[in-house]
């Protein structure tokens, strides 16, 4: 196979000096074939076509975190070249959703051994592309916090979410799912195409990124407590307090402007949101599932394996 390598070099602000050496290290003797190039937050949407034009891959491999899988991402869809994950963001969602080692040697295993696995991707409002996570309101509004302020790490989401609790305020909006509207006060709104949040956090237990739908989570109440849970204590919300509603297309109507982010990404303030599923747009590198020996489960699981 041809690998093309696209590497962030200020993804989740560590050197990336140890996972280079681990790209040379690990395909020194190897038949495949390696190229690299890096990205500079500028003229990425020339230069990758560019690379793929030149290098004719097998598979482009983002090394960054959800930020740089979604940029490289969205010059794959609907092609046969594969998308490959080295996880070195500061939060790295996709990765923990599919997987995906997040050492140097584990996640290049996977790129060479695993195996292809077709998910879906989400199209949000003008054609951009969510792979993981969108949302409105109180959460978008912390990733712009958190970009603006150049925060990294677990202390930087703190910080953050004790900057942006003072701010935040219910939000009204008007939800359509086919042919029924309902309308809601939120803290946030959720597109989540996966279960988990980079911090691991689950928000969406049943999600699937291959089941051609996607799951409208409107989080109505919420408090500093659960707050912490998600971005700190990294557990789930309490499900009493949100309401998850399946879908393939969903159109979100505020009432005023509201904080937008797109798998990590801040888009700005906005009024409408408009979603549809993409079946099976992309084609990911993946570990092999392995299945558990009967003898190594625990009783209730051993049940469950069985029957």
């Not at 792979?131 to 603006?148: F, M, T």
């Not at 801040?266 to 570990?287: C, F």
Request: net charge neutral.
């Amino acid at each position: 196979m041809t690998f093309l390598f696209a590497i962030n070099p200020v993804s989740g602000g560590t050197d990336k000096t140890v996972w280079e050496n681990g790209i040379q290290t690990y395909f020194a003797d190897s038949p495949h074939t390696v190229h690299q190039f890096y990205l500079d937050g500028k003229t990425d949407n020339e230069t990758i076509p560019q690379q793929i034009e030149q290098h004719k891959p097998d598979c482009v491999v983002a090394a960054g975190g959800d930020g740089t899988i979604k940029l490289v991402a969205e010059h794959l869809l609907n092609t046969s070249i594969l998308l490959g994950i080295l996880p070195v963001g500061s939060a790295n969602g996709m990765a923990r959703e599919l997987g995906i080692h997040t050492d140097v040697h584990g996640s290049l295993d996977t790129l060479v051994n695993g195996i292809s696995k077709r998910v879906d991707v989400v199209s949000v409002n003008d054609g951009e592309s969510c792979l993981h996570l969108s949302d409105i309101g109180l959460n978008a509004q912390l990733v712009k916090y958190y970009q603006r302020n150049n925060l990294r790490g677990k202390l930087g989401y703190l910080r953050g979410v004790i900057k942006v609790l003072h701010k935040h305020r219910l939000m009204k909006v008007s939800i359509t799912v086919g042919d029924e509207c309902i309308h809601r006060a939120a803290f946030m709104i959720v597109l989540a195409n996966a279960r988990m949040y980079g911090t691991g956090a689950v928000i969406n237990p049943d999600g699937d990124v291959s089941d051609g739908k996607f799951e409208v989570i409107i989080f109505r109440r919420l408090s500093i407590g659960e707050i912490l849970k998600l971005f700190w204590r990294f557990q789930p919300f309490d499900p009493k307090k949100i309401e998850i509603i399946p879908a393939t297309s969903v159109s979100i109507e505020t009432h005023r402007k509201a904080y937008f982010q797109v798998d990590g990404e801040y888009r700005g303030q906005i009024t409408t949101l408009k979603a549809n599923i993409r079946p099976g747009a992309l084609t990911i590198r993946v570990p092999e599932p392995t299945t558990p020996k009967p003898a190594e489960l625990s009783e209730p699981a051993l049940a469950r394996y069985i029957g």
